[in-house]
């Protein structure tokens, strides 16, 4: 290691170069923190600084229990049009992927019959997924529809693919056009943090969605919780001319 600089600096940016150039490739795990001290020639605790910077800065990740890896690139929602899960990953690339999924028929509670403008006790259809890229999970989704607006064909073809908004197009002629949504950032918990695969206590992004069909009419209402390491979400405004 050079002169003036820090050597955690020197170490950080080292390795942020090995990265850039494929040398380090996406989803590969670094050496361990003892092979790192003897290639740099630091100590343990430089390492950690470099790399807790690095980690920061998006470019690695720790996997619980089993170190640390190359961040692929954060997924991000830029595009002014409704874009699916499915398609905003295969702008990026990448091939989308359902790592856990599960469906049932439920009688919706007060709460959710509130939300889904329905009445207490009526049928509607709960959807769990958990949605990533290359074997690692990004998501858990909760969707939650009312069950008469499937009609007679019910809610066989709701997990047919990757995309629910496709399915419903294709299969119930429902397109969504509209999503309003409520965003905040919340720490994983036991459970977020076995299913994502991340730390206890890492930031992640929750949205609460509710989509409109065409006609004005509420299809979905969600809870989807993000890994903040993959998922960034730009919101874009423009000032109305008076």
């Given amino acids: 290691m050079g002169r003036g600089r820090p050597y955690y600096q020197q170490m950080r940016d080292d390795i942020k170069k090995k990265i850039q150039c494929g040398d380090y490739k996406r989803g590969q795990y670094l050496p361990c923190e003892k092979k790192l001290e003897e290639e740099y020639g630091v100590s343990r605790t430089t390492v950690r600084s470099a790399i807790s910077e690095l980690v920061q800065d998006g470019y690695l990740y720790i996997v619980r229990g089993k170190g640390t890896k190359v961040a692929y690139s954060r997924l991000t929602d830029n595009n002014p049009n409704l874009l699916s899960f499915t398609e905003i990953v295969k702008s990026h690339g990448y091939e989308p992927q359902i790592l856990q999924r599960s469906f049932e028929i439920i009688r919706a509670d007060e709460k959710l019959a509130k939300k889904l403008g329905i009445g207490a006790g009526e049928e509607a259809v709960h959807i769990y997924r958990v949605r990533?890229?290359?074997?690692?999970?990004?998501?858990?989704?909760?969707?939650?529809?009312?069950?008469?607006?499937?009609?007679?064909?019910?809610?066989?073809?709701?997990?047919?693919?990757?995309?629910?908004?496709?399915?419903?197009?294709?299969?119930?002629?429902?397109?969504v056009t509209e999503v309003k949504e409520e965003i905040w950032a919340v720490s994983a918990g036991k459970y977020e943090a076995e299913t994502l695969d991340v730390e206890e206590n890492a930031p992640l992004l929750a949205f609460e969605r509710e989509s409109y069909s065409q006609e004005g009419t509420l299809v979905e209402y969600s809870k989807v919780i993000y890994r903040s390491d993959r998922y960034r979400h730009a919101v874009v405004m423009r000032r109305r001319e008076e």
């Fill in 132 to 175: 990533g890229t290359d074997d690692e999970p990004v998501s858990i989704n909760d969707s939650y529809l009312p069950g008469k607006i499937l009609g007679e064909q019910g809610a066989e073809f709701l997990l047919d693919g990757e995309s629910m908004y496709e399915n419903l197009k294709r299969h119930y002629h429902i397109a």
